[in-house]
């Protein structure tokens, strides 16, 4: 397929989500926007429940809660996901875009073997005999470095490591060969070393495969390795988002600060004790009428308390939602505990 | 090898569990004094004194007890309190494939009906459809099985018995499928739906609710994030795993109707089979056909959890590399 340039790959608008709760609509989602380019890795970041998952699955189609509402656009190469027809999502879905989940513990069907849940995803877009489709299920767990794929693909779920089942995990999320993939916290389920490798994979996976990532986590650190871009969502709204380098250099927002202080370095002596964000970030029914990081944040002053500041500009594709920088007291730029290994 | 030796102490254990439990209930009812009943009313001191003699009824208990057992399955010559002479064993041989029979019909009834209702229910969630049918199995539960067979009589046998509805309906009793498999059918098919019906409440129910649970588990949001239609991840995955509790309802529910369980059914269709035979030991307090009933019940429960472990091993690959 053709890519032009100027349309990204994915290109999310104003999504909003919101779900029914007691008689009224609780908006968990609101008015994110952003967009993956050609062969990009974005990272979503967030605390847990800012709604990272919500806008995977948003943008999956797969929220079918009932009464919940998703309004806004999703274009995927220029087509608008929102409101398509099911059968023509179900194509897209796992053919173009594919996703791996949290736990790879319970992502697997238990009472089948990973390499029959692999040639189902491929048999269910491809027109293959089961040989042809377990050749390539077969071939595909070997790229993902999964040893001796011929054996593993005849193993149940349970009985493969944490690691390996993210790897054929991710295996079966390219058997189709996706565009993009959406990894929602693919390695926060696995220990460090097994964490490592399978980001490692990850990023080799646009060399490979071609294929743009869309990667969640809550971890500074993961996106600092892996990402282009980073987009800091706080309490459903997009905190700050640009060129993973800016992000990580000039953050634009008090709480994108503090969350980098809260990396744990990689090399080097570990601080006795990281900084942590005090407090927690607000349910989504009691969210405050102005910022939402207003309760927890060091700068909170009157101009924040009114309305949920909205996104400026900082720099080339670079905005944070706070009030600061149109101010002119933005924050002081960092030099980065990390080096970001993505230019 | 061992886990088959285990099973088999098992069963042994359950048995004697069993029947010693069985054994001491019967001598301690007030009124179940087997002698006065099998010498017949107002019989002589010497009559009594020699049918007591006879039947090792002047002896311990325990000696009692080891009696029966041998009779029951060494020589197999155990004879009824209440019908003298009538030898035990052969009755419930007889008896055994009428209830086996009906049984299994009805469970294919009702494994069939139950599967399709709870899918669709749980496919149809929270529509009209779903209440509907969950309604339906409610009624179904709280029906109680001899009331709806004695109406089904009713309905069938009397009132509409000359309608081309019902006119093919048999009178009450059973037809060897040797002898004649239409009438064999025709027998069975209302006691088969009859005995069905609480189980389809019961069973639709459980399997709306497992697939409901399960439609929020991670696997099934992996299966629909690959692009399956809904039916297949609802029957492929949702269905399939839900079966391993399916199968082990099953197992317990099959076993003890097979056993004796469908007593109510039997008797109300005039099936005779085991549970007919039991119902009419425990209304003549005859302890040797209901030792060897519950004997008979107790084994196919044994049985049948070693059915549903075989089963279980082919369902689920988590038991497998357990075992
Ligand atoms: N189906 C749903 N119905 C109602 N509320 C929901 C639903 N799914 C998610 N939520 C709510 O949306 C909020 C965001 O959830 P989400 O799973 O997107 O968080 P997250 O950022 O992925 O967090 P985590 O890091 O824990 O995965 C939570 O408060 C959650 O309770
Ligand atoms: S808008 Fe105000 S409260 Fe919100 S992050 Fe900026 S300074 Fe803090
Ligand atoms: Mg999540």
């Known amino acids: 397929m053709q890519a032009d340039p100027a349309i990204p790959l994915l290109d999310v608008r104003d999504l909003c989500v ?33 709604g990272k998952s919500v806008t995977a699955m948003a943008i999956m189609g797969l929220i079918d809660t009932p009464g919940a509402q998703v309004s806004g656009s999703v274009r995927f190469r220029g087509r608008e996901l929102v409101g398509l027809p099911p059968r023509q999502m179900r194509r897209l879905r796992g053919r173009d875009i594919a996703m791996i989940f949290q736990d790879p513990m319970t992502a697997f069907t238990p009472v089948y073997t990973i390499g029959w849940q692999i040639d189902e995803q491929i048999r269910a877009h491809e027109r293959l005999s089961r040989t042809q489709a377990r050749a390539r299920t077969v071939r595909i767990l070997g790229d993902m470095g999964v040893p001796d794929p011929e054996r593993v693909a005849g193993r149940y779920p349970h009985q493969l490591s ?129 910022c939402a990081f207003g309760p927890r944040c060091a700068h909170v002053h009157a101009a924040c308390t009114t309305a949920p500041p909205a996104l400026a500009p900082l720099g080339p594709g670079h905005a944070a939602a706070c009030v600061l920088p149109a101010e002119g007291t933005p924050l002081p730029p960092r030099t980065p505990a990390w080096g970001n290994t993505c230019p | 090898m061992t886990a088959l030796l285990r099973r088999a102490g098992q069963t042994l254990l359950v048995l004697l569990g069993v029947s010693v439990l069985v054994f001491g209930v019967f001598f301690a009812t007030p009124g179940a004094d087997p002698t006065a009943r099998i010498a017949g009313r107002n019989a002589s001191p010497q009559t009594m004194e020699k049918v007591r003699h006879e039947y090792g009824f002047d002896r311990p208990l325990p000696v009692q007890y080891a009696i029966m057992m041998k009779k029951l399955f060494i020589t197999r010559d155990l004879a009824s309190y209440a019908n003298r002479g009538e030898r035990v064993v052969p009755e419930i041989m ?71 509805l019902f006119s093919w309906v048999p009178g009450l009793g059973y037809v060897p499928f040797s002898q004649s498999p239409l009438g064999w059918l025709r027998a069975l098919v209302i006691p088969w739906t009859v005995l069905a019906v609480m189980f389809i409440g019961i069973y639709s129910r459980v399997l709306r609710t497992d697939l409901v649970t399960l439609a929020g588990e991670d696997f099934m949001r ?35 109707l097979v056993g004796g369980g469908a007593l109510l059914t039997e008797v109300v269709f005039g099936l005779p089979g085991v549970g007919r035979l039991t119902y009419r030991a425990l209304t003549t307090l005859d302890l040797p056909v209901i030792m060897a009933t519950v004997m008979y019940s107790a084994v196919f429960v044994v049985l049948a959890n070693a059915a549903v472990d075989v089963v279980y091993l082919f369902l689920d690959p988590r038991v497998r590399d357990a075992g």
Request: aromatic share 6%; charged share 15%.
């Open chain 1, 18 to 50: 919101s779900f029914p709760a007691r008689g009224r609509m609780v908006p968990i989602v609101e008015h994110v926007s952003f967009s993956v380019p050609e062969a990009g890795i974005l990272g979503l970041v967030g605390e847990s429940g800012s």
């Open chain 2, 222 to 256: 992996t299966a629909r994030a690959k692009g399956l239609s809904p039916a297949r991840v609802l029957l492929w995955h949702g269905l399939r795993t839900s079966m391993v509790t399916f199968v082990s309802l099953f197992g317990m529910d099959f076993a003890q």
């Open chain 1, 162 to 290: 944490g690691g390996l089942r993210q790897r054929a995990m991710i295996a079966m999320a390219l058997s189709c060969n996706p565009t993009l993939l959406i990894a929602d916290e693919p390695t926060t389920a696995l220990d460090v070393t097994v964490q490592a490798q399978i980001l490692d994979l990850i990023r080799s996976l646009r060399g490979t495969y071609g294929s743009s990532v869309l990667l969640i986590t809550h971890d500074m650190g993961v996106v600092a390795q892996t990402c282009d871009a980073t987009l800091v969502l706080y309490s459903g709204r997009v905190a700050e988002t640009g060129p993973s380098g800016r992000v990580f250099g000039h953050p634009g927002h008090p709480y994108t600060a503090a969350l980098l202080d809260s990396i744990p370095p990689l090399y080097g002596p570990r601080p006795d004790r990281l900084p942590a964000i005090a407090g927690a970030p607000p349910q989504p029914v009691e969210r405050p009428p102005g």
């Open chain 2, 94 to 164: 007889q008896a055994a494939p009428v209830t086996a029979c009906l049984v299994c019909g009805a469970a294919f009834i009702w494994v069939t009906v139950s599967i399709a209702m709870g899918t669709v229910a749980a496919a149809m969630k929270d529509t009209w459809v779903d209440r509907g049918l969950m309604m339906l199995g409610l009624v179904g539960i709280s029906i109680p099985v001899f009331w709806l067979g004695e109406v089904a009589n009713l309905v069938t046998q009397n009132r509409y018995h000359d309608t081309w």
